[in-house]
């Protein structure tokens, strides 16, 4: 079978023939019908420092995003069969630590990642414990399938740790991956009354209007006073900050309104500085920090706005792609201005 696999501790990734590998006990084998591309990917692909703590063994299968059918089980699982359509969670938990036991198996410190600490599926064929597996519905398209864990991600952003009600409020959304891209559908879907999202490139813009963005703003001088406008000088109920930068966290911020949340999503590796930290404490904003998703409460809300909310993500997807094309897809994700959504891999 083909797979794309680090070889090096280098930039760049090959097209390998391995062998068919066998599921364990608690395993099952799985048949790729489409991967997609993560930024977290782009960062080891490109083999930047914050991607090297990951990677513990090359060789390694890169990818964790997909949609595949289930073509064998491990004698011990048992609530999966041969032909099952299915997507999974990256968490590889443990199951016994003080996180897992307290339902917050999306942090368990113990445990492997999908693709980043073992190998992942970007390969025609891949192992994966059942106990991290989801039941796809077989209608679902394998492209619309395999984005199903960034979206969690939007979704779990979106509502927070309590499946906040988002009917009727304000939602500003401060960057323009593709999660940030899947989000503001998320919104719209759930109810917001407005939302809003600031891009930087113009191809995200695009792809934000297609998502149903009621405004869609570019940074510039006049962006404080955009908002003030719109909000009445007040802010928003509900900030996702997703893009990370020591600014765009403290623009965030300072955009809550008074008692409101911003949930931090991006990441930012550097010390900064939080501006008005006192204003911040005194007026009860929440700060929500998002890692992953839930399991299995964020699968379950995915899945209600995929299928009977008829959610559609397909303008986020702007390319698909042979796996064995891999080198193109990384190549559009990384270009820039940005030219990409997500980048589908299909067998
Ligand atoms: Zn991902
Ligand atoms: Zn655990």
Same mark, same amino acid.
């Given at each position: 079978m083909k797979a794309v696999v680090k070889? $090096? =501790? &280098?930039p760049g990734a090959e097209l390998v023939e391995l062998d068919v590998p066998r599921p364990g006990a608690d395993e099952v084998l799985v048949e790729l019908m489409a991967g997609s591309i993560c930024g977290t990917d782009v960062h080891i692909y490109a083999w930047d420092p914050g991607a090297?703590?990951? %990677? +513990? !063994?090359?060789p390694q299968i890169l990818g964790h995003e997909f949609a595949g059918r289930i073509v064998e089980v491990g004698k *011990?699982? =048992?609530?999966f069969r041969v032909g099952a359509h299915v997507s999974a969670e990256t !968490? %590889?938990? /443990? @199951?016994? /630590?003080i996180q897992c036991l307290n339902d917050q198996r999306h942090i368990c410190e113990t445990g492997r990642i999908f693709g980043l600490t073992c190998n992942g599926c970007f390969a025609e064929y891949f192992t994966i414990p059942e106990r991290v597996l989801w039941k796809n519905d077989? $209608?679902?398209p394998p492209e619309i399938a395999s984005i199903q864990e960034p979206l969690g991600n939007a979704v779990y952003c979106a509502l927070g740790d309590y499946d906040e *009600?988002? *009917? @009727?409020k304000s939602v500003f959304i401060v960057g323009d991956g593709p999660i940030a891209l899947m989000a503001v559908g998320v919104a719209k879907a759930e109810g917001a009354r407005l939302t809003i999202i600031l891009c930087r490139h113009e191809k995200r813009m695009e792809i934000a209007e297609a998502m149903g963005a009621d405004l869609v703003l570019g940074d510039g001088p006049d962006l404080d006073e955009t908002l003030c406008d719109i909000t009445g000088g +007040? @802010?928003?109920d509900v900030v996702l900050e997703? &893009?990370?930068s020591p600014q765009a966290v403290n623009l965030a911020l300072k955009w809550v309104r008074i008692g409101g949340r911003m949930s931090a999503f991006g990441i930012h590796g550097e010390p900064f500085v939080i501006e008005n930290y006192g204003e911040y404490v005194r007026s009860g904003k929440k700060i929500l920090p998002i890692s992953g $998703? $839930?399991?299995w409460q964020t699968w379950q809300e995915v899945a209600k706005l995929l299928g009977?909310? @008829?959610? *559609?993500?397909?303008?986020? %997807?702007?390319h698909t792609l042979p796996l064995a094309e891999f080198e193109k897809g990384f190549d559009l994700m990384t270009q820039r201005p940005k030219v990409s959504g997500k980048v589908i891999l299909v067998p």
């Open positions: 070889t $090096r =501790e &280098a090297r703590v990951y %990677i +513990k !063994h090359i *011990d699982v =048992e609530r !968490h %590889i938990y /443990c @199951g016994t /630590c077989p $209608r679902l *009600d988002l *009917d @009727g +007040k @802010g928003f997703m &893009a990370g $998703r $839930r399991i009977p909310e @008829g959610l *559609d993500v397909s303008p986020v %997807i702007t």
